[in-house]
Structure formats: structure tokens, C-alpha cells
């Protein structure tokens, strides 16, 4: 480092006159906020250190309970709270973050010297970083960072939040290698039918047995509603109404749907108890379990609404 990069505090020298002046008012300063000046530069070095630590505990412990306010605070009165009381949002947010760090951290990982010995600008810069990217820094990595200047570790810090989006890019390509793959290698035929075919097949016999499952259960819906004439009867025509309508959206999209297929593959191809289709064993069995599954995942939903 040259002498012009260098911070002019580091290379000022002071004179008698100055150095005591300046003492007087470190001293005057200090009675003021209650600090005590150690007897020697070693005690003073020692202090300095502990102060940095209660930094760092009091920044974490800053961020938590703003973090404990937040998440139990109606939106917006937290940002206007501090406001009220002259809190900065931007500090704030920064003791959030480097609380939302070391709760995401591991415990082995939160309690490493180096990230206990890091200073509070170093810690809010790290806790910008993907959890995942400080987790894969070893204790040797977080000594290394902790040493560098403020400057010099905020261009180690992009360059760890350049490879971490370099990572995502490289796995979001391979996923989709892997997919284009997988696509490419999927098998054309099942049961000796074409996919679609198969799957035609093999959902048409699990969903009408959904539609016919809650078919039957609205039948019998409807004929308490058409039985019970004690309750009111514009209630009850409400009930009828809104059955009436809804159902008959489902029938017309069925015979539209029963329509194309007598359009495409004429009736002779499908009326009949002739036509009734023919399943294989393998092919059967797939179907049945999907069918049975899927009236279960049904009747579940029928419980928990109950």
C-alpha cells in the first residue's frame, strides 16, 4: 500500500501540544459517555477488542428483536414505529440481516473466532452473501476475510456473490440438459399403445370415477334438498338454482366433449356394448391403483371439509 492510499490518520503525527490537547478532550469525551481510558496501550488494545465483540453481540441481538418485532407487527407499523422513534431504516434492515445470518448459519459455523472477531461493516457485508456461500467458507476462508481491509473484503465479497450466481446459472443449465434429456429419452409407447393413448386410457377411468363419485353424492344432496320442504322455500330454490346451473355447465362441456369424439371417430366406432374398450393386465392394474388413488385423495378433502 502506497502512502496515498493510505488513511491520513495512519500517517499524521502529532506534537507535544497536540497530543495533549487531544488527549484532554478523549478524556473529556469519555467521562461523558462513561468510558474508561485504561493506565496502558496493551489494557487499551485489550479493550478495544472487547468493545468490538459487544458490537457484534449487540448487533445480533439489535437485529433479532427487530426481527421478533417485525414478524409480529401489522404491515406497515413496524417502518412507521421507526420512524416514530428516529430509527434509521437502513440500519435497521442491516442488524435484520445479520441477525437472519446467523440464524440460518449452523451453530458449528456461528461460533468460529473469526466470524465472533468480525467487525460490524465486514458482518453486514457478509450477511448480503447467500447463506449457502458463507456455510461452504471454512474457518481458514473467514480468518483470510476478517484480515483484509473494509475495501479489500468488499471486493472479496463480489467476487463470492459473482460465483454463487455463476453456480446458479451453471445447475439451472445442467437442470435443463438434464430435463431436455430425460424428454428426449422418454419412451414413445406404453403398454404397446402410444403415450398419449395410454394416458387417455388411464385417466379417462380415474376421473369418471371422480366425476361419478361426487355425482353420486350430490344425487342424494338433492333429493334431502327436494324432500325437505320445512325449510324455506326461497332458500330452497336458491339450492336448486345454483345446483341446476353448475351441473348443467358440467353436462353441456361432457356432450361437447362426447360430441367431438362421435365427430372425429363416428358413432359406430364407439356406441355399443361391443366398443367397450379392453384393457391388459399391466395395464389394467395401472389404472385401477390410479383410479383408487385418486378417489382417496378425493374422499380425503370430502373428510377434512366435514
Same mark, same amino acid.
Given at each position: 500500500m502506497t502512502i496515498k492510499d493510505q488513511d491520513p490518520s495512519e500517517i499524521q503525527v502529532f506534537s507535544a501540544e497536540e497530543q495533549q490537547q487531544l488527549t484532554a478532550k478523549i478524556e473529556k469525551m469519555a467521562g461523558q459517555i462513561q468510558l474508561v481510558i485504561p493506565d496502558t496501550i496493551e489494557e487499551a488494545w485489550q479493550e478495544v477488542v472487547r468493545i468490538g465483540e459487544r458490537i457484534l453481540v449487540d448487533t445480533a441481538k439489535h437485529g433479532l428483536l427487530l426481527l421478533s418485532i417485525k414478524v409480529n407487527t401489522p404491515h406497515g407499523e413496524f417502518i412507521n414505529q421507526l420512524e416514530k422513534l428516529g430509527i434509521g431504516e437502513r440500519n435497521a434492515r442491516n442488524s435484520i440481516a445479520v441477525a437472519k445470518m446467523f440464524l440460518a448459519l449452523p451453530e458449528s459455523k456461528r461460533q468460529t473466532s473469526a466470524v465472533l472477531n468480525m467487525?460490524?461493516?465486514?458482518?453486514?457485508?457478509?450477511?448480503?452473501?447467500?447463506?449457502?456461500?458463507? @456455510?461452504? *467458507?471454512? #474457518?481458514?476462508?473467514? @480468518?483470510? *476475510?476478517? #484480515?483484509l481491509s473494509v475495501r479489500e473484503f468488499r471486493k472479496e465479497i463480489k467476487k463470492l456473490k459473482e460465483k454463487h450466481t455463476e453456480l446458479e446459472e451453471q445447475t439451472a443449465t445442467l437442470?435443463?440438459?438434464?430435463?431436455n434429456e430425460r424428454l428426449t429419452k422418454a419412451p414413445k409407447q406404453r403398454y404397446e399403445l402410444p403415450i398419449l393413448v395410454a394416458q387417455v386410457r388411464q385417466n379417462a377411468f380415474a376421473h369418471s370415477a371422480i366425476v361419478n363419485e361426487s355425482l353420486e353424492e350430490f344425487i342424494t344432496m338433492v333429493e334431502q334438498l327436494c324432500t325437505s320442504r320445512d325449510l324455506d322455500q326461497n332458500h330452497r330454490i336458491g339450492g336448486a338454482q345454483t345446483t341446476w346451473h353448475l351441473w348443467l355447465g358440467i353436462q353441456q362441456r361432457i356432450n361437447h366433449m362426447l360430441n367431438r369424439l362421435t365427430e372425429e371417430f363416428g358413432s359406430e366406432n364407439l356406441v355399443g356394448a361391443e366398443q367397450i374398450p379392453h384393457f391388459a393386465e399391466d395395464e389394467w392394474q395401472d389404472a385401477q391403483a390410479n383410479r383408487e388413488y385418486m378417489l382417496a385423495m378425493f374422499n380425503d378433502r370430502i373428510k377434512t371439509r366435514e
Open positions: 467487525n460490524k461493516s465486514k458482518l453486514i457485508e457478509m450477511a448480503r452473501l447467500p447463506v449457502e456461500t458463507v @456455510e461452504a *467458507l471454512d #474457518e481458514d476462508d473467514l @480468518e483470510t *476475510l476478517n #484480515e437442470i435443463n440438459a438434464l430435463e
